[in-house]
């Protein structure tokens, strides 16, 4: 996992959707961005139970493909997103989050000082697609 998330050799999970359908769990993708800067911090699932969470807690509550599982984002960490408003795209078939962290960090891996990513989108692709660098410049 550790290469995965601060390598830099591209490894795109082309399969993700298809796992997700083989698995037969019921979830549309919720891209989450802040609401103030509108950077995109991450994207991620949500099924009838998450939604319905997020708009009676008012944070973003999601559902883990991987653990398959509602997940409370900031619940272990602190990193909370607030949630300002909830946007439904034309096919109905996406949702946007947008949300207010109450700390610093959106994304759960750390820099090289330690620190939460404010947003999972910290690599940038090189021009021939092959590697990735980092936006940070930590690596």
Known sequence: MKE????????????K???IGAAGQHVVPVVLQHADSKEV???????D????????TRRAVLWS???NELWRKGETSGDVLELVDVRVNCEQNSLLYLVR???AGACHTRDASGH??????????DGDGRDLSFLDGMR
């Open 4 to 15: 995965l998330e601060e390598g830099k050799a591209l490894s795109l999970d082309f399969a």
């Open 49 to 56: 139970l998450a939604l319905a969470e997020t708009l009676k």
């Open 17 to 19: 959707l298809a796992k």
């Open 101 to 103: 962290p109450k700390l």
């Open 65 to 67: 493909t991987s653990r």
């Open 116 to 125: 939460t990513r404010r947003t999972c989108y910290y690599r940038s692709l």
């Open 41 to 47: 911090l991450y994207l991620a699932y949500a099924n």
